[in-house]
């Protein structure tokens, strides 16, 4: 498994490597330029034109053509060729998102549903991760038992014992103690393929939705007066926090694994709270989306076993 980890991790850093991503804008000291309004440092290379004035100002002040971009209306799904990276997955993304959102009314809902459409394509793998969480809790006796059994002996010989043993015990319940990393990795990728997409494309992170601005940061927000726009990093501290508690509990709390498992999930958690308040708010839909699809088919995944089914 971890094998396999490696080969996947190494193919998308070679992915992005080769492949273009979002530039910042700089001006003639060579320093980003900053959207006052977002809080967000400009970027260069988006695929539509802006529509907000001052937006649009900043790319004339610092000799940025962008006259010949096309209205994010009109956004085609091929374009310019600008590395695998872009051609496969940001601009398609950004594509759908926009001509969704002409349907619904809404790049916010749009965002919603995308994601609940990539979370269903990823069902397959999070059930399996669910099941693996419940042989873990079936296997939980026999390893308080083997933690009982080699307590205070650390010598290579006892160690070396111990392991063997808790193998012999995964295997027993067809337990593969990283495949819940695996959702965390696959995750990685549409996380940053959604980011390059609101970068990119001024239309989302100008839109408003429900009094919250799209692309502004929760703390030039708050900073700013707006308080209510707390709600969104704690939103995503709460339904992430849920999110890994399915799994924290169903973990046998003596085995020495599943314990740096806890403290990995809660370190996520906390850096997770501590970068929202600095990622725009259409980044927050996302999360918050995909935390809540990762909630509810947990417990109905978790039902359906213990049904027997």
């Known amino acids: 498994m971890k094998n396999k980890?490696?080969?996947?991790?190494?193919?998308?850093?070679?992915?992005?490597t080769l492949s273009g991503c979002t530039k910042?804008?700089?001006?003639?000291?060579?320093?980003?330029?900053?959207?006052?309004?977002?809080?967000?440092?400009?970027?260069?290379?988006?695929?539509?034109?802006?529509?907000?004035?001052?937006?649009?100002?900043?790319?004339?002040?610092?000799k940025k053509d962008i006259s010949k971009l096309p209205d994010c209306d009109n956004l085609k799904i091929s374009g310019e060729y600008e590395g695998l990276w872009n051609t496969l997955f940001v601009r398609p993304l950004a594509f759908i998102i926009i001509n969704l959102s002409k349907i619904v009314?809404?790049?916010?809902?749009?965002?919603?549903?995308?994601?609940l459409i990539l979370r269903g394509i990823l069902y397959p793998v999070t059930k399996k991760t669910a099941i693996q969480s419940e042989m873990m809790k079936k296997a939980q006796p026999e390893l308080t038992k083997l933690e009982k059994k080699y307590e205070n002996k650390t010598d290579p010989e006892s160690m070396n014992k111990k392991g063997q043993e808790m193998l012999a015990i995964y295997k027993k319940y067809n337990i593969n103690p990283m495949s819940g990393c695996i959702f965390?990795?696959?995750?990685?990728?549409?996380?940053?393929?959604?980011?390059?997409?609101i970068q990119r494309v001024p239309a989302i992170y100008e839109?408003?939705?429900?009094?919250?601005?799209?692309?502004?940061?929760?703390?030039t927000a708050i900073t700013n007066g707006n308080w209510y726009y707390i709600i969104i990093p704690a939103l995503i501290v709460v339904t992430t926090y849920f999110s890994y508690k399915n799994n924290k509990q169903m973990q046998n709390k003596d085995n020495a694994m599943a314990n740096q498992m806890n403290?990995?999930?809660?370190?996520?958690?906390?850096?997770?709270?501590f970068m929202a308040f600095t990622l725009p708010t259409a980044i927050a839909f996302y999360w918050i989306t995909s935390s809540l699809f990762t909630i509810v088919q947990n417990k109905l995944v978790n039902r359906s076993l213990k049904n027997g089914e």
């Open 5 to 16: 980890i490696t080969k996947i991790l190494t193919v998308f850093l070679l992915l992005i």
């Open 24 to 62: 910042t804008l700089t001006d003639s000291d060579n320093k980003p330029v900053k959207y006052e309004k977002t809080g967000q440092n400009v970027t260069e290379n988006i695929v539509c034109k802006p529509t907000d004035k001052e937006l649009i100002k900043l790319y004339e002040d610092n």
């Open 105 to 115: 009314g809404s790049i916010a809902i749009s965002l919603v549903i995308i994601t």
């Open 184 to 197: 965390a990795f696959l995750q990685l990728p549409i996380l940053l393929a959604f980011w390059e997409a």
């Open 207 to 219: 839109e408003t939705f429900i009094g919250i601005n799209m692309g502004i940061t929760p703390w």
């Open 263 to 273: 403290m990995m999930m809660n370190f996520m958690t906390i850096f997770i709270g």
